[in-house]
């Protein structure tokens, strides 16, 4: 049976970036390996961060959101489906940060994926700078990742200090309390930077599997929405200005991630939440800006990119 591999993680906590990672050692011990990007948004600009990959031997296939539930879990497992079909031996799974995991427990239960996959490793990845106050959503959708996760997986940890990795991982431990799973976080979870890790480290996230544990289950996804703007041209001063301004503007509802690709003497990847803001250079893209949040107000948000 193939191993089925979820990496998840909220909005924002580097799922991308951890994937080409962890791919390459797959990659490197002989895996077969294939990748479903089950994006929120209802243009998938994830994906293209991945097809350096696909020059490496590994298939990707992507799921876009912008329809309704139903329409979304009958995507994410027809996609399974066809994943299934094929020759790999290890598929990836990189959802939304907004992904209610039980999506992902449902649809392995269900025939014929549960003739065709067995579960591999639960991996949460957890913004080592997450600062704030979430909603009740947010935070449900947060610990709901976390608690059956494997291995849980700290990114951004180089640029913290050691007493702000543990209130972290202390308000995890809170989050679990508060939704009524018995786990609690320690010394299991993931802080050293990712740059420092060996083929030992990523070996043992492979072999982490699920912790069984859970949260007292509830459907609480609906204010979750995704706004996105093409054809928008930008300096990258220009954007920096007008995404900070999203993110303080309460008349916009609760952003909480902004994303996407624009032109700015080449190529730019955008990636903004309200505590960071980084532009890289990419070798192709398309001109897209994602808003991603929940209660978003698309008329104050329009402003800003008209």
């Known amino acids: 049976m193939k191993q089925l591999d979820l990496i998840t993680g909220f909005l924002g906590a580097g799922k991308t970036t951890f994937i080409k990672r962890y791919a390459d050692y797959l990659l490197r011990q002989g895996r077969r390996l294939g990748i479903l990007e089950n994006d929120y948004g ?16 590994c298939g990707l296939e992507s799921v876009a959101g912008g ?10 497992k027809t996609k399974l489906i066809a994943l299934g079909m094929s020759a790999y031996d290890r598929v990836l799974i990189e959802p939304s940060g907004v992904f209610d995991v039980d999506e992902f427990y449902d ?12 579960l591999g490793s639960v991996i949460a990845i957890v913004d080592a700078t997450l600062t704030g106050e979430l909603s009740d959503g947010a935070a449900y959708l947060l610990a709901s ?3 059956g996760a494997g ?7 180089q640029e913290v200090s050691d007493g702000q990795t543990a209130a972290v991982i202390d308000r995890l431990n809170a989050l679990m309390e508060r939704f009524g799973c018995p786990r609690r976080f320690g010394d299991d979870v993931l802080t050293k ?29 609906e204010g979750f929405s995704s706004l996105y703007f093409m054809g928008g041209s930008y ?3 220009e954007l920096r200005g007008k995404v900070q301004a999203i993110f303080a ?15 700015d003497n080449g190529w730019q990847e955008l990636n903004a939440t309200s505590e960071q803001f980084s532009l890289s250079p990419v070798p192709n893209g398309q001109e897209i800006i994602i808003v991603i949040g929940e209660h978003l107000q698309k008329d104050a948000i329009e402003r800003y990119f008209q």
């Open 42 to 57: 209802a243009v998938n600009v994830d994906v293209m961060l991945l097809q350096e990959l696909e020059q490496a031997g």
């Open 67 to 76: 329809c309704c539930e139903d329409c979304h879990r009958r995507r994410f």
């Open 107 to 118: 649809a392995l239960g269900e025939s014929p994926l549960d003739q065709w996959y067995t």
């Open 145 to 147: 990742q976390v608690a």
């Open 151 to 157: 291995v849980v997986v700290l990114s951004k940890t």
């Open 193 to 221: 930077p990712w740059d420092e890790w060996t083929d030992e480290d990523f070996a043992a996230v492979a072999a982490a599997g699920s912790s069984g544990d859970s949260i007292v289950r509830r459907f609480n996804t």
């Open 235 to 237: 300096t990258a001063e």
């Open 249 to 263: 503007d309460k008349a916009c509802g609760g952003v909480f991630r902004v994303k996407g690709f624009f032109q």
